[in-house]
């Protein structure tokens, strides 16, 4: 639980900098990854739209895992700060509530949305695919959730923003926070459609960003909320795989 004596400027000054650190994971992982996509360029050549997303996605990721070591080493924190072991049944128990969970959402939102004929708004990826028409990069992204993106973002979101909360909040309220700056750090790459279809897909990132929050504070595990959105994200890109080669006119809203 947070200390009595923390006071609100202390709050206040932790928020700004586990804000700050989240821009620092979006934008700094995407400056660090340049340099290496224009050499893999150079040396390569032109890329197929397939293979292009997949170095984009590995550097990042890896410009990320980067990024929380320069967090450590500024802290003189040593690598044990890091909550990653291997999941006990119970801990496996709550990876699959909250994919269930997170699934149930999911669909109620397509649902509704269809339904009342409110859109949401797209991940970017979507638009990519449609550009390019290279329709297997959702098998590289399913493939990648589990190997970059889920892991290289729960450790910098869970396991470093998150948990700098914790001497300045009672970890519930930190898991609120910090499930808020990851929903508004997604902002970017879901403002493909517009203000309105932006703002109705927010709520879902912030519940998003909740269970995997708390279901990290719970455990003390980050290989839970590493599967949980792994899970997640490769159904999803699965799902509009599918409905890609099938040419069905609705799926699953892609978030």
Same mark, same amino acid.
């Given at each position: 639980?947070? %200390?009595? +004596?923390?006071?609100?400027?202390?709050?206040?000054?932790? *928020? #700004? =900098?586990? !804000?700050?650190?989240?821009? /620092?994971? $979006?934008?700094?992982?995407?400056?660090?990854?340049?340099?290496?996509?224009?050499?893999?360029?150079?040396?390569?050549?032109?890329?197929?739209?397939?293979?292009?997303?997949?170095?984009?996605?590995?550097?990042?990721?890896?410009?990320?895992?980067?990024?929380?070591?320069?967090?450590?080493?500024?802290?003189?924190?040593?690598?044990?700060?890091?909550?990653?072991?291997?999941? %006990?049944? +119970?801990?496996?128990?709550?990876?699959?509530?909250?994919? *269930? #969970? =997170?699934? !149930?959402?999911?669909?109620? /939102?397509? $649902?509704?949305?269809?339904?009342?004929?409110?859109?949401?708004?797209?991940?970017?990826?979507?638009?990519?695919?449609?550009?390019?028409?290279?329709?297997?990069?959702?098998?590289?992204?399913?493939?990648?959730?589990?190997?970059?993106?889920?892991?290289?973002?729960?450790?910098?979101?869970?396991?470093?923003?998150?948990?700098?909360?914790?001497?300045?909040?009672?970890?519930?309220?930190?898991?609120?926070?910090?499930?808020?700056?990851?929903?508004?750090?997604?902002?970017?790459?879901?403002?493909?459609?517009?203000?309105?279809?932006?703002?109705?897909?927010?709520?879902?990132?912030?519940?998003?960003?909740?269970?995997?929050?708390?279901?990290?504070?719970?455990?003390?595990?980050?290989?839970?909320?590493?599967?949980?959105?792994?899970?997640?994200?490769?159904?999803?890109?699965?799902?509009?795989?599918?409905?890609?080669?099938?040419?069905?006119?609705?799926?699953?809203?892609?978030?």
């Amino acid at each position: 639980m947070a %200390s009595t +004596r923390v006071t609100d400027r202390q709050r206040v000054r932790a *928020v #700004l =900098l586990a !804000a700050g650190w989240s821009l /620092v994971g $979006l934008l700094g992982s995407e400056l660090l990854a340049l340099p290496v996509i224009a050499t893999v360029l150079f040396v390569a050549g032109p890329l197929s739209d397939s293979v292009y997303y997949s170095v984009s996605m590995i550097t990042t990721g890896a410009s990320m895992v980067v990024l929380a070591g320069v967090y450590l080493r500024m802290h003189d924190l040593d690598i044990g700060y890091l909550d990653v072991k291997l999941p %006990s049944i +119970r801990e496996l128990g709550y990876s699959v509530l909250g994919f *269930v #969970l =997170l699934f !149930a959402a999911l669909i109620v /939102v397509s $649902l509704v949305t269809q339904a009342i004929g409110v859109q949401t708004a797209e991940h970017n990826v979507t638009r990519i695919v449609e550009e390019s028409g290279s329709i297997e990069i959702y098998l590289v992204l399913a493939v990648l959730s589990f190997l970059v993106i889920a892991p290289a973002e729960e450790l910098f979101y869970r396991n470093i923003v998150q948990k700098s909360l914790y001497d300045w909040f009672s970890r519930p309220r930190a898991v609120v926070i910090a499930s808020a700056l990851f929903a508004l750090i997604h902002v970017p790459v879901y403002l493909t459609n517009g203000l309105g279809p932006l703002l109705t897909t927010l709520p879902f990132l912030f519940v998003l960003a909740l269970v995997l929050g708390e279901s990290y504070r719970r455990t003390r595990n980050l290989t839970v909320p590493i599967l949980i959105h792994a899970v997640f994200n490769a159904v999803q890109f699965l799902n509009q795989y599918y409905v890609e080669v099938n040419d069905l006119a609705v799926g699953i809203t892609v978030l």
